[in-house]
């Protein structure tokens, strides 16, 4: 089945040690988003891409970047993760602006940080 | 981004209908209704979305207010397998604006 896949679905790091999540698509939807979901809270939309255009949302912090360089792959870069920064990181798809076909999601990478 | 409001928790009993509302006094022409709804630990699924008629689909049925400035879920026999947060979210069909603002959303329970 076509989906959205993330891995890896847990991840320790260390406190300000850089880490990176993946997320990959086999539905070849050309917007792909990456959502912040703290515990007991609705997700939060760090920033999309739209086909290879970056949409940063103006409150994500500079801490956390992403990369597409493909229409399959999403990374999620966070440079220094702090204590703060632990929650579930949540990938989604849409095609072209999605509202058809609505946000496939992810199962989600649960960060830890230590 | 338009705003919407749900109640913060609801419960059913199972084999019950249950009828989640939403308001979204804000909504533009342009925005579609959509619903999620998420399990412990999973990403958000898609229910449901609509613009101005009601919708039915095997998941749920989804009823539109005449002015668009409501809807509400609708599951016709709520399972245990349905306890979840639902999440109702607008999203404008403008190219490249099609990202959503998700509320705080509506925790169902259901009593077996």
């Known amino acids: 089945d076509a989906m959205v896949i993330q891995n890896p679905r847990y991840q320790v790091t260390q406190f300000g040690k850089p880490v990176t999540l993946s997320c990959s698509q086999t539905?070849?939807?050309?917007?792909m988003y990456w959502y912040q979901q703290k515990s007991s809270q609705a997700p939060k939309l760090l920033f999309h891409y739209y086909d290879k255009d970056f949409n940063n949302e103006a409150d994500t912090p500079d801490n956390f970047q992403s990369r597409r360089p493909n229409t399959s792959f999403c990374f999620l870069d966070i440079r220094s993760p702090g204590l703060g920064d632990a929650a579930m990181y949540l990938c989604?798809?849409?095609?072209?602006?999605?509202?058809?076909?609505?946000?496939?999601f992810g199962s989600g990478t649960r960060l830890t940080v230590v | 981004d338009a705003k919407t409001t749900q109640p913060n928790s609801m419960e059913s009993n199972e084999e019950e209908p249950v009828h989640l509302p939403c308001n979204h006094s804000t909504i533009s022409g342009t925005d579609y209704i959509h619903w999620y709804r998420q399990l412990p630990s999973q990403g958000p699924e898609y229910v449901i979305h609509g613009l101005t008629s009601n919708v039915n689909n095997r998941m749920a049925s989804l009823a539109i207010a005449e002015d668009r400035k409501s809807s509400t879920l609708i599951l016709h026999r709520a399972t245990l397998r349905d306890a979840a947060v639902y999440y109702c979210?607008?999203?404008?069909?403008?190219?490249?604006?099609?990202?959503?603002?998700f509320g705080d959303g509506t925790t169902l329970t259901v009593k077996p």
């Open positions: 979210i607008l999203r404008d069909y403008v190219p490249n604006a099609g990202k959503s603002t």
């Open positions: 539905l070849n939807h050309n917007v």
């Open positions: 989604a798809t849409s095609e072209e602006g999605g509202v058809s076909y609505g946000y496939t």
